[in-house]
């Protein structure tokens, strides 16, 4: 394990690779001004897992990736009203933003992003009840991971031809 400093933050890192790969990417992608929300969320999923709170990383991750989708439906022209991540992956599916040839492979996707990253921060947020929710490291790894690689995949569509797809 090591730590580097970026952009003022602390960074733990597990993977030089993910982190090169993954993590870096999602990180100048959201540099972006308009990304704002999810970037201030993904550096605070970072802070947290960091100081070992498996559970507010979990939450932050959530929130990166809808505020990702969220930001990407905005530059898009879509609308979109109190929703959550799945609606929010649907709206993304549904309004073309992944290739027609890849629909159908792409489809798998986003159900491992929908069935993994907003139920992990559904059970962080929501409470455990009677029993305890343990979250280990290498769990809260693999969604600062996965969170990393679904915001590279949104902010990278959602800038490829971005002028020409505006809907309402």
């Keep these: 394990m090591a730590t580097v400093f970026e952009n003022g933050h602390i960074i733990r890192i597990d993977s030089e690779y993910i982190h090169a790969k993954a993590v870096k990417p999602a990180l100048q992608l959201l540099g972006d001004k308009r990304f704002a929300g999810a970037q201030a969320a993904f550096w605070k999923a970072h802070d947290h897992y960091r100081k070992g709170d498996a559970e507010a990383a979990i939450i932050e991750c959530g929130k990166a990736l809808e505020s990702t989708m969220k930001t990407v439906c905005y530059m898009r022209g879509w609308k979109y009203e109190n929703v959550g991540a799945g609606s929010l992956i649907r709206i993304c599916v549904n ?74």
Excluded: C, Q
Excluded at 122 to 142: K, Q, S
């Design 95 to 168: 309004k073309g933003l992944v290739p027609d040839y890849w629909r159908e492979h792409f489809s798998d996707l986003i159900s491992s992003i929908r069935n993994g990253i907003p139920p992990a921060r559904n059970e962080a947020a929501h409470g455990a009840g009677r029993e305890i929710t343990d979250f280990r490291n290498y769990a809260v790894r693999y969604m600062l991971h996965m969170t990393a690689s679904a915001i590279v995949f949104f902010a990278e569509a959602a800038a490829r031809n971005e002028s020409t797809h505006r809907e309402n």
